[in-house]
């Protein structure tokens, strides 16, 4: 009899641990062994039978306070998925959640990734880049979010409105916003049908560019000396296609954007040897040609190409004409 009660009881106990290690704990994004290239999400989706009540994350090895999902407004919003902002650390980062019910630990899951935090940073052997829109993982968010939206729906031009910016819209809280993206013609650029995931953009970067900016392509390949980068057609070096906050939406500064394939330039002298020893100043001074913006290796040479070998800025062949833009006595 006392054996039976004691079965009972150890049965019991373990359907219970069954049970808990069933509920899948998962670390949606950024996944297990893949890298991101921006710290903005931690989507942990917990499982569903019994609901978790509470989660820790430990990110860096500070660990969070119980966090609460279990009131039901949060649930009916979200059910068990909670979207975290996260503070990754360039390079790797270990994120390590559990699940709890009833101030008990039933679930864990533990993921390694990758931020790569500078598009230069090498992402080590094994992680690969964290890819959202194929259908296993679409399917996690089709509940709530529409994921198949149509050709009219995905060109909406409001965050209200546009399917996309339920997820991206932060990508575009900068000043510098893109025309197109500006107003989500997110479908103009990205392919709802390519395979294996959706979205993807065109390999020929300056012909999607083109589509637009003919007139402008067309000028700079008239140049007679066309920038390398820009004769290689790399937009993307140096323009982000969706916002950012520097002007012309460079990906950077501009001169650290150019400091980047021109190294040499940022420590020797340029233009001229001055007092002191020092080159021509090449920023951190007003511009005297171009009211209201600093002065940068864009003030000089235009960046797509120009007349003379060094893409003197508006057509100037000489030397001494460059200066005068500035230096007028
Ligand atoms: C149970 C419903 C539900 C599911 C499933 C769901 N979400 Fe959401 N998600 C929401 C709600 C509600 C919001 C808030 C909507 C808003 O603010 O417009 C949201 C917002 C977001 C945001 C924007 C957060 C912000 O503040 O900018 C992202 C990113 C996101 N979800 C990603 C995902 C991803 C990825 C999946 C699938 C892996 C997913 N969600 C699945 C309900 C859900
Ligand atoms: C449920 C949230 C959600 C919705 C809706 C959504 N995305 Fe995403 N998307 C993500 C997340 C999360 C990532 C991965 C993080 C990132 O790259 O920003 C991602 C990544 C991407 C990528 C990079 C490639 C990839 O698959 O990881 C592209 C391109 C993209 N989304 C385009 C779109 C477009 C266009 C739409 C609208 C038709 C859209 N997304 C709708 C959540 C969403
Ligand atoms: C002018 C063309 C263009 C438009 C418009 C555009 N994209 Fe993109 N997008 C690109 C290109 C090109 C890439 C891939 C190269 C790169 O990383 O910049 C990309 C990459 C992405 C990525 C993955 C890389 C990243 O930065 O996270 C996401 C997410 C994305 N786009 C979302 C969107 C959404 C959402 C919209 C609508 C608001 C949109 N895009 C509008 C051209 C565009
Ligand atoms: C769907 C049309 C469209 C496509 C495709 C497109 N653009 Fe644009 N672009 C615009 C519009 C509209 C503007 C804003 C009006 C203007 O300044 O000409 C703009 C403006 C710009 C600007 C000027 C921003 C400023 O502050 O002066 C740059 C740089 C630019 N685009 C680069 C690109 C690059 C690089 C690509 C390819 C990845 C691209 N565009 C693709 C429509 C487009
Ligand atoms: C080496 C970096 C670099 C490359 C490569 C580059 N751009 Fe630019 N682009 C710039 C900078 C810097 C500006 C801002 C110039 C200024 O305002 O003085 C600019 C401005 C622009 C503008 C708006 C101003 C104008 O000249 O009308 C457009 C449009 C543009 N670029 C399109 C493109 C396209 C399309 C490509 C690819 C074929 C491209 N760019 C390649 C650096 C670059
Ligand atoms: C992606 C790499 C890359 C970026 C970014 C880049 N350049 Fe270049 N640049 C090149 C290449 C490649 C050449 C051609 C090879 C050479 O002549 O040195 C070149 C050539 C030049 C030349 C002519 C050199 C000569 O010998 O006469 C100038 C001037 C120049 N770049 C200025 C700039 C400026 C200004 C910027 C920023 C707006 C910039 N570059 C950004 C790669 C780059
Ligand atoms: C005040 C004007 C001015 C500024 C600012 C300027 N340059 Fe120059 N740059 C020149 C002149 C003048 C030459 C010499 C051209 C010649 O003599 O053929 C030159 C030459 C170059 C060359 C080709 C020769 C060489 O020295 O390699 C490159 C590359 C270059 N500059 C890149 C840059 C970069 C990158 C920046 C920003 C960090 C920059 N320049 C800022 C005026 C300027
Ligand atoms: C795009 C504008 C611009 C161009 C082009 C330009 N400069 Fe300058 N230059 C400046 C600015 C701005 C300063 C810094 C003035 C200040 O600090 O008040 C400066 C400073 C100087 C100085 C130091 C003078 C002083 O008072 O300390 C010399 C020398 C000089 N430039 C020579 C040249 C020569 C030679 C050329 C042509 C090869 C040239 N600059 C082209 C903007 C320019």
Known sequence: MKKTVLWTIFLSFSLLLQAGDALSLEIVYPA????????DFLIIKGGNTPPLEGMTIELGGAKSDLIDVSSPEYRAAFKDFLILEPDFSPGKNLVRVEGF????????????????????????????????????????????????????????ETAETNPCAACHRRMLDKSHVH????????????????????????ADEAALCNGCHSDKVAAFKANKFVHGPVAAGLCLVCHDSHASDNPAQMVAPI???????????GEGIHVVRGVG?????????????????????????????????????????????????????
């Open 32 to 39: 297990d062994k893949t890298s991101v290239t921006r710290s």
């Open 179 to 202: 025309g197109p993206a500006g107003v989500y013609r997110c479908g103009y650029c990205h392919n709802p049908e390519s395979k294996p995931a959706r979205y993807a953009t065109p």
């Open 255 to 265: 001169n650290d954007v150019c400091l980047g394939c021109h190294e040499p330039i």
């Open 101 to 156: 019910v009833a101030g008990k630990k039933v679930a864990g899951a533990v993921a390694e990734i990758f931020y790569q935090a500078d598009p230069t940073t090498a992402v080590p052997p094994g992680i690969k880049p964290f890819v959202m829109h194929i259908p296993a993982r679409e399917a996690l968010c089709a509940p709530c979010h529409n994921m198949t939206p149509d050709k009219i729906e995905i060109n909406a």
């Open 277 to 329: 020893g020092k080159g021509h100043p090449l920023k951190g001074v007003a511009d005297p040609s171009q009211p209201g913006r600093e002065l940068s290796c864009a003030s000089c040479h235009d960046p797509h190409g120009g007349k003379s070998t060094a893409f003197f800025r508006r057509g100037i062949t000489s030397r001494f004409g460059l200066c005068q833009i500035c230096h007028v006595k």
